[in-house]
């Protein structure tokens, strides 16, 4: 059935201006005025801002990690999304040296099946270079849609890749049209700091944080965009939480290399005091790169409102408090890294970064969406609002205060990063191809209609019936 979206402000990167949206056959068809709504139902958005829905390109859903398995999956975690106004996740995909890249993509494949209420795509890990990897890349990047390859520069003796295969997939990356991304910091170094910690008695949840300082993030973030200089290819560095970071990826930007930065919230509002909350409560703080100095943040602010980070992820990767986080109590190396941001991940830059004055409405868009699509070959499909897009659409209500809670959140983990945190903004209804999936902030949606989405190469566009949008780019 066709519907008709009235009185709503379109906010995409470029614009803001009044306009009704028509949607047909999960597409949006026509954007103007007085548009026909024979057949069409209507939906009123009550003055609400229309963003495109929200791209989230770094979650871990399903994912076993820290010797256990990430409590929100494919179900609750794009749940959670929806609600928080993302329409669209990429995932990580984890691969196992020696093993078919193709068995890894389709043990995803299966984590999502049936569960994921939005669309998704993946990327995929790298761990070693050899010739079956080599044979199995430009069938994985061409014929899969999985166009992200992720290298692990920490993790030591668990996902970590030395630099040896850094290098040769960047070289692999740029001769199919696939973007690296890394986590970067220095591994070889944090396993040292680890393990003398732990020999000195050292076992708080705080010593995680002190045991990978800024300058390990740093250095691993300018090893990267110096090898992607040296192969002439393109980078991305997810989960930059600092300035020193931050700094070296501006540092390779202005020297012309194609390098791209995702800072996520939980950086933006949090700090290394968190680690320190008494009764094991800092385990729940526990990132890598962990959380930093406070002082960090507005350096992360400023380099998203001067476009030397681009992006912003969830990094949702969430462990239960009770069960999971407690594997760490007596020794900080086994909390599991992560925590759960998908759901808030709008918010928080809605509401800290529009709110307070910090980005335009514009950059919120282009922060949480439209990058994500360009970069990771999703755009004009997903990403703007615009005739032949898929109309993935966010009716946001800018005034609603509320307050973050594990009470009211809707993933399945047991605590809130943000716990108490009041915030101004919320997604009142989220379509998806034009769909609803929350309506009125109540789920409507259903398990199993979201979509594996094929993505196209690094630097092209999707394809689509409506060519004159192929040129908005
Ligand atoms: O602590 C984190 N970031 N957990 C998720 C895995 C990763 O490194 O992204
Ligand atoms: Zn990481
Ligand atoms: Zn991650």
Redesign the pocket.
């Known amino acids: 059935m066709k519907k008709l979206i009235k009185n709503g402000t379109i906010v995409t990167a470029a614009d803001v201006y009044e306009a009704e949206i028509l949607i047909e056959d999960g597409v949006i068809s026509a954007i103007g005025h007085d548009l026909s709504s024979q057949n069409a139902e209507v939906i009123d958005a009550n003055g609400c801002y229309i963003f495109p829905g929200g791209i989230d390109p770094h979650t ?1 859903l399903d994912m076993p ?1 820290g010797g256990t398995v990430t409590k929100d999956d494919f179900e609750t975690g794009t749940m959670g999304a929806a609600f928080g106004g993302t329409t669209t996740i990429i995932d990580f995909c984890l691969t196992t040296k020696g093993e078919p890249l193709k068995k890894a993509l389709s043990e995803w494949h299966e984590k999502a099946k049936g569960k994921a209420v939005i669309d998704y795509g993946f990327h995929l890990m790298i761990g070693e270079i050899n010739e079956e990897v080599l044979n199995e890349l430009p069938d994985v990047v061409e014929n899969e849609g999985v166009t992200s390859l992720k290298v692990f520069m920490a993790y030591k003796n668990v996902f970590q890749a030395d630099d040896a295969t850094l290098y040769r997939t960047m070289l692999a990356a740029k001769e199919h049209g696939a973007l690296v991304m890394v ?1 970067a910091e220095n591994g070889d170094v944090i396993d040292y700091l680890t393990t003398k910690a732990l020999e000195e008695g050292k076992t708080d949840p705080i010593y995680h944080a002190l045991t990978r300082p800024p300058e390990v993030e740093g250095e691993a973030t300018g090893r990267a965009a110096r090898l992607a200089g040296l192969t002439d290819s393109q980078l991305y560095v ?2 930059v939480s600092c300035a020193d970071a931050a700094e070296r990826i501006a540092e390779a930007r202005r020297k012309g290399i194609d390098v791209w930065g995702e800072t996520c919230p939980q950086y933006l509002v949090l700090d290394q005091t968190y680690l320190e909350k008494p009764d094991f409560e800092g385990a729940k703080y526990v ?2 790169p962990p959380l930093r100095d406070k002082w960090n943040q507005e350096e992360l602010w400023t380099a998203l409102k001067n476009g030397n980070l681009q992006t912003i992820g969830s ?1 949702q ?1 969430s462990f239960d408090f009770h069960g999971q986080k407690d594997l760490g109590k007596g020794d900080f190396t086994k909390i599991p ?2 925590g759960p941001i998908i759901e808030d991940r709008m918010t928080i830059l809605f509401s800290e970064g529009v709110k307070k004055g910090r980005i335009s409405l514009n950059q919120f868009v282009d922060l949480t969406s439209t990058r994500a699509a360009k970069l990771f070959g999703l755009f004009p499909q997903k990403g703007t609002i615009a005739v032949g897009s898929d109309a993935d659409i966010v009716l946001y209500d800018p005034n609603a205060e509320r307050t973050l809670s594990a009470q009211t959140h809707h993933l399945a983990v047991d605590y809130s990063a943000f716990e108490g945190m009041k915030v101004t903004g919320e997604a009142v209804s989220v379509l998806s191809r034009g769909e609803f999936v929350v309506k009125d902030k109540q789920f409507v949606g259903k398990p199993g209609t979201g979509r594996f989405i094929k993505r196209a190469k690094y630097g092209q566009l999707t394809s689509s019936k409506d060519a004159a949008k192929q040129t908005s780019n």
């Open positions: 871990h990690f986590h997810v989960h990132w890598s990094d990767c890294n992560g």
